[in-house]
């Protein structure tokens, strides 16, 4: 027996989409979830972002003691884009006649992060949980740093947590291991004079285009595979650099995005990025600034554990198939989650919603796939905890 309808699911579902999180208001969202908990006599705890009013996570936590299982998804959700390209209103958690629930979220992810809410009270309502304790943490900030996470993670969170689930969209395989990203701005700083006169300035683009060449030849270098999740990767995505034809430019900047992998992580790019700023700067009076402004780790572990098991053998059955067990070139809140862990930690990235999904226009999330999800985490959860030694 559940505590919540169908359509009282759909409707929390509904009533989160409708949120414009769009990097931001996350706190809205945690105020959403903290009243809907609080109904259900779970406790909350809203962790406010330093410096940001209207950015914060939310904890929330069911049971007692150990083991503790961590279950984690973000609040905020990607711009919409082009709104002209919609069929539907990107706020408005819309059905279609497929059965298919559109809006900006749907798949990515608050469709993973009402699941899990909602499993949290069907637990605790049903009384299922035997021993043990499931935290659930909704972040801040994924899609951009994760800084809601690292504040989790900061806080020590995550220090008793034995098994993370992450409800990113990812249904049609069980995700246990990704990449991580790394974004870098180098910025090359110069002296402006005007052009007829250049020995009295110094030209911020020239160290910044040797830079660029240096750094392509050196990683052209690097043959580096992983088995599971192939390469890494690394591209220079923008340039910009001086203001007016007729004047040296004193300021240049570039920046790079990285995807990263266990044996050429997010050291090794920052070691290789100083190593060509250094050697810039020996050639010439160049004032190079290297400055990694997102650092996400890869997350690997064996994927050989009892929470992987049961969460698959429990998706082969609600969903009568043979889940594969894979990994995602795509990065999660787990970067950040799993900082302190070992390769032999339980983790697990498996919710509704195709991968696919994630930031298109008319993203959905089929309605039968959501519902099942809830119904799944409600026994993985406690079944899972109550066996465990
Ligand atoms: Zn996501």
Redesign the pocket.
């Known amino acids: 027996m559940s505590v919540l309808s169908s359509d009282e699911r759909v409707k929390i579902l509904s009533d989160m989409i409708e949120i414009q999180s769009v990097n931001e208001k996350e706190l809205d969202v945690a105020h959403y979830l903290e009243k809907l908990f609080n109904k259900h006599g779970i406790q909350t705890q809203i962790e406010q972002l330093e410096g940001e009013s209207t950015r914060a996570n939310l904890v929330a936590e069911i049971g007692n003691g150990k083991p503790v299982i961590g279950v984690s998804g973000?609040m905020d959700v990607v711009t919409t884009g082009d709104d002209s390209l919609w069929n539907y209103d990107p706020f408005k958690l819309t059905e279609d006649d497929q059965g298919r629930l559109h809006g900006r979220g749907s798949a990515?992810?608050k469709s993973g992060l009402a699941a899990l809410a909602i499993s949290l009270i069907e637990i605790k309502e049903a009384g299922t949980l035997e021993q043990g304790t499931i935290r659930f943490m909704a972040t801040a900030g994924?899609?951009i740093t994760s800084n809601g996470a690292a504040l989790l993670h900061k806080k020590g969170y995550m220090d008793d947590v034995e098994a993370l689930l992450i409800a990113?969209p990812s249904q049609d395989g069980i995700v246990y291991t990704h990449k991580g990203t790394m974004d870098i701005q180098v910025v090359s700083k110069g002296k402006s004079s005007h052009s007829s006169m250049p020995e009295l300035g110094y030209n911020a683009i020239n160290p910044l285009v040797d830079f660029i060449h240096y750094l392509n030849n050196e990683y052209s270098k690097v043959d580096i595979k992983s088995d599971l999740l192939g390469t890494p990767t690394m591209n220079s995505t923008i340039i910009t650099g001086g203001d007016q034809v007729n004047s040296i430019p004193a300021y240049a900047e570039s920046l790079f995005n990285m995807r990263t992998i266990p044996d050429y992580d997010n050291n090794k790019f920052e070691n290789l990025f100083n190593s060509i700023k250094d050697r810039v700067e020996q050639e010439s009076n160049a004032d190079i600034t290297v400055n990694p402004y997102v650092n996400r780790d890869p997350v690997y572990t064996k994927g050989d554990n009892e929470f992987l098991k049961l969460a698959k053998s429990l998706g082969d059955e609600y969903f009568d198939r043979d889940l594969e067990v894979t990994s995602s070139t795509a990065t999660?809140d787990a970067s950040y989650l799993m900082k302190d862990k070992d390769d032999n930690f339980s983790f697990v990235m498996y919710g509704p919603g195709e991968t696919g999904q994630?930031h298109q226009v008319d993203e959905y999330v089929y309605k039968h796939t959501y519902l099942k999800f809830i119904d799944l985490y409600s026994q993985l959860l406690p079944q899972y905890l109550n066996n465990a030694n």
Do not use: R, S, V
């Open positions: 973000h990515d992810m994924e899609e990113e999660t994630a």
